[in-house]
């Protein structure tokens, strides 16, 4: 039984690690630097016009949180801090994402990307992080000591 959870937690590892090395690396890294000099140096970002094609109201507010989305939420879900809230977050990111692609299939667009993110989000936000996580080590705390065994 104990293997079992073992496997389970390192599989959760691997997913979380993987999929927020993924996250960052391919989208969240660029648009989190192209948010701060938005919000820092006012540089003109095509992605709120985007935002704002999609209906959202104050579209540069929207796309910086969208950048906050894809970087900082996929930190802390690497990390397992707060990992469903996160997860959570980065799943409606990846639905308004898959939405948009989905509605521009016609003209060449793809939604196949945002709805792999979309799942895999979906997944650790009701799998949780695993005991390999900052998350897990605080549900340890709070347990009576013959259960952190």
């Known amino acids: 039984m ?13 997913l979380r690690l993987g999929y927020a090395a993924c ?15 938005l919000v820092v140096h006012g540089t003109p970002w095509p992605f709120v016009n985007l935002v704002a094609r999609l209906g959202f109201p104050y579209p540069a507010t929207f796309a910086v949180l969208s950048a906050l989305a894809e970087s900082v939420a996929a930190l802390m879900v690497a990390a397992g801090f707060y990992t469903r809230v996160a997860a959570a977050v980065i799943a409606f990111n990846m ?30 936000a009701i799998l ?3 005991a390999f996580a900052i998350d ?3 549900s340890l705390q709070g347990r009576a000591p013959a259960l952190r065994q």
């Open 2 to 14: 104990k293997t079992r959870f073992a496997t389970m937690d390192s599989g959760l590892l691997v």
């Open 23 to 37: 996250l960052i690396g391919f989208h969240g890294w660029t648009r989190f630097f192209r948010a701060l000099d």
């Open 95 to 124: 639905g308004v994402a898959f939405y948009n692609e989905a509605t521009q299939w016609s003209t060449g667009g793809t939604p196949e990307l945002p709805a792999l993110y979309l799942i895999v989000a979906v997944a650790i």
């Open 128 to 130: 949780g992080a695993g």
């Open 136 to 138: 897990g080590r605080r």
